[in-house]
């Protein structure tokens, strides 16, 4: 899809909402995400460049949960439709990669300088915490968010562990639980409504062992999840 088709699918929605001069065009935004300018007569979008291959039927279903959401309409979400398309496997299995290539100051390996990622997630599958996900990406972040133990994308389901982690001095249980936090995150999944989904997640946290000491342990070196 080009920018001037993108623009004539945001126009037909537009024009709906009381809108007469739209403009969108396509942008090469690391992570999936849109922008929006906008007047009460105009508006103008950013949109994932990770969307170009969409149906038309999926962009015409975001513009217009967008422009309820311009119009106020605050309890809008993404419909199935788009939700489905996102998170099918040929949406990560061909988009992973370019979200990889983006992602700056990432390893391109799970293998760090003194530990390797997919051992700590091995524990984590034996130990029944997590399923083996063979779309799943682990890698090192460096120079990451300084205390964060990482960070993860639900959508494009990579892991980017802080490389403060990548030493022997680190317990086992301390890495592991460090890496759980994120694969848990990417592992429930992307919904119209993941903004809603605290205390579902703390309770996935908490079937860790000894999570409370862990997580001591993790303040006394600075960082937290």
């Given at each position: 899809m080009d920018n001037k088709t993108?623009?004539?699918l945001?126009?037909?929605v537009g024009s709906r909402y009381g809108y007469d001069d739209i403009t969108a065009e396509f942008a090469a935004f690391r992570d999936f995400k849109i922008r929006w300018?906008?007047?009460y007569r105009w508006a103008s979008f950013e949109v994932s460049?990770?969307?170009s291959d969409a149906p038309d039927e999926v962009i015409t279903s975001l513009a217009d949960t967008l422009f309820a959401k311009i119009k106020g309409e605050r309890d809008t979400e993404y419909s199935d439709e788009v939700c489905g398309w996102l998170t099918s496997d040929d949406f990560v299995r061909s988009k992973q990669p370019m979200f990889i290539r983006r992602y700056r100051g990432l390893s391109r390996s799970s293998q760090g300088d003194e530990r390797d990622l997919m051992e700590s997630y091995d524990r984590l599958v034996s130990a029944g915490l997590v399923e083996r996900d063979p779309d799943l990406f682990l890698g090192w972040a460096v120079k990451s968010k300084p205390g964060t133990v990482g960070k993860s994308s639900i959508l494009m389901k990579v892991?980017?562990?802080s490389d403060v982690l990548d030493s022997i001095d680190v317990p086992d249980d301390l890495m592991d639980y460090s890496?759980?936090?994120q694969v848990a995150h990417?592992?429930?999944g992307f919904t119209a409504h993941g903004n809603r989904r605290g205390k579902e997640?703390?309770?996935i946290l908490s079937r860790f062992p000894d999570r409370s000491r862990i997580e001591a342990d993790l303040r006394r070196m600075g960082m937290h999840i």
């Open positions: 993108l623009t004539a945001f126009r037909a300018s906008r007047t460049d990770y969307l892991v980017a562990m890496l759980y936090s990417v592992g429930m997640y703390d309770e």
